[in-house]
């Protein structure tokens, strides 16, 4: 998501009770988690043959020489960019592929500079925008050279989209065409395509294959879980509250253990309008009251529409009830969306039981059979929450994916994701950490009132609970968050790691909290007013370049953990005062967002961090600014002494590398390698003057309509990526 379509206004007014705890107690505190990492580290190492060795702390070190060697890294950090290119380590090849209007099957039109786009060639060619993405292998033996890969197209860029008719029409005001409509839509989603390896290492689209399809913000798709057909859910498109149409703002994305793709809506709320009879969780998540992000429902009423398909993005009243129109169309967004990518004619399914919110993304927990499968997901917005579901169904192995075989995996989703408990984090200034139940019938703490009544709705009312997801995690202590993007579990150690992008509403240790008007409703229920001060897991007012925050829990369906902060971000004009991770030259970054723990041989593994700065070559940040990108660093070489404020510290960071930097004004977003570890992919969003080639390093010369694109980074040797 580039800066475009973010929402800035500050949308949690609740006064959760700020953590007044900067710096100096988060730093007392981090011997809990040292002593917890140390008995990780001896398990992990004592179970892949490796010796460790104690120090005076009795935690277990690995980044001493004379320590059991942590994995390197056998690359060499390259420098910042700033061109029109994606610059890789020496060795390296990045190659684009399926690129925005790359046609995914027979429907669609061939790419070309001046093609004018349809809603028939957009619904057959891969969306605009690539962000989270993952892979699904057709056969074991080939997982590696030939799978299906899932992606998510989060937004567009009209000027891109429209470029041979030198724009939108009527972007700004005034009834917007409904083909143009149409079009956008379809450019939204996910886009499903086999892709393959050939023998010269060159990747591409299999264009005839069984499970080729794109999901729109249009395509039927399901209603599952605790919302399904409840009230909150009554539209005139399904007055039984059961399906909806469209899944929005594609941002990160996960998958299941069973073989199904997650995909996660993010900024959904500014595509609808409601300018009146505004529910308190319009206010909460933004709907938008004036003009939708692209006016959609401006073309509401063109003798052409179908079935209200543009009427639905105005969600303000006009019929007699819920049943006759789209006050309600809101209520079917905001959630985790499972596909099954096997299976092309496969309804998408709307798993509510994971809360309604403005979902970044969506990643499991360490597996462990039987026990409960936990995903892990974040609220994008300033001051909001982490949240980890937690399954009724224990896991089985015998429900694992079995490559390309042909059956119901959504029938296994039914089983794990619409029964379980929704939990909200908080981070004490202590170190731990709890999960707070969003359960009807919780208590809500300090009180003698269960959630469901504190939120003003019927006893046992879970439905309501999740349409008010973000008001029932303030109700019960939730801590708030500077913007949680992606998550990813080491799924040896089980640790979560979750990047914390930036909070500029991040405001000084007893920092008065303010209301919004907005709040009005909010605050009737008692769970009002602004808090945006620092606390102990946000611990910078000003937050301008995020952190990443790593906990773990004594098994995935524990309600209690232990944190740390593990990497602190900071662009060359950071004062040096809050360069708390020591980064330099080598390694600056700012405002992480992608995250990716790639699990390699030993017990150990690379972390991944992309970024999106949000910033441009024209912006004066100093001669080391380079354009977003993608860092490493092995977590099992880095670790803190007591008195350093992060993991990654001034004794360490040279461990942190910068692998590869894409072209400008993009954010790097979406990222995985294929099971041998020979082919990392990675998605180029929102690039101003790129691709030019199918070579992605190629720098382009002069001007090109723009087109995200998926990146194949690849060693020329063949070897595998980083080691
Ligand atoms: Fe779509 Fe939070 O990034
Ligand atoms: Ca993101
Ligand atoms: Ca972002």
Redesign the pocket.
Known sequence: ?SEE??DHRLLNTSDNEPFSSVLERRVSRRGVMRGGLGMAAVGMLGSFGLTACSDDDGNVDLGDDDMAAAMALAFESIAGSQQDAVVVPPGYTAQVLMPWGTPINGGGTEWRPDLSFTPQIQANSAGMHH?GMYHFPISEENASSEFILALNN?YIDQGALWAPQGGPTNAGEGARPADEVRTEINAHGVTVAQVARDADGRWSVSRSAPYNRRLTSATPMKLSGPVAGSPYVVTAYDPTGMSTRGTN?N??SGYTPWGTYLTCE??WPAVFIKNSDRYMDDERLGISTERGRYGWETAAGDPTETDGEFARFNATPSGASAAEDYRNEPRTFGYIVEVDPYTQQSRAVKRTALGRF?H?GCWPGKLVPGEPVVFYSGH?SRNEYIYKFVSTELWRETDANMAGGSYDRLAIGDRYLDDGTLYAARFDADGNGEWLPLEPDAMVPGTAQTLAAALGLEAGDRAGVIIHTCDAADLMGATPMD?P?WGTVDPVSGEVYMTL?NNSDRTEEGTEPTFTEDASEVEALGAAYATAPVNAANPKPENAHGHVIRWREPSPGETTFEWEIFVFGAMPDTDPARNLSNLNAENYFSSP?GLWYDNRDDGQGILWIQT?TGTTPEDDNGPDFTNDQVLAVVPQGVQAGADDPSVVNSANQTQLKRFAVGPNDCEV?GIFATPDKTALFINIQHPANWPSTEDATAVTEGDVRPRASTVVIQKADGGQIAV
């Open positions: 998501m379509i973010e962000d989060e703002n941002c990160a993010e900024n403005r970044e994008d913007r993007e992008t967002d999106d977003t």
